[in-house]
């Protein structure tokens, strides 16, 4: 999967053809804070190779 940033739209792969969804966030301070409450934060940082998660690189980074 590889989203355009800006729109979110995925353009190949298996999620060719969708969009990510919208995810509420504020910043304070320069720091981005997760305020969607239909969304959980999971960890901060890449995942590591014996993760069973998605890929590091399906992830929208700030």
Known sequence: M???ACSGECN???AAGTTLPDVDVTVE????FLVD??????HEGAI????DGPS??????F
């Not at 301070?29 to 981005?32: A, F, K, M």
């Not at 590091?56 to 980074?61: A, E, F």
Request: charged share 40%; no cysteine; proline share 4%.
């Open 12 to 14: 190949n792969g298996e």
């Open 48 to 51: 590591d190779d014996g993760d």
């Open 2 to 4: 590889v989203p355009d």
């Open 37 to 42: 409450d239909e969304y959980t934060f999971e």
């Open 29 to 32: 301070d320069g720091e981005v």
């Open 56 to 61: 590091s690189t399906s992830h929208v980074g």
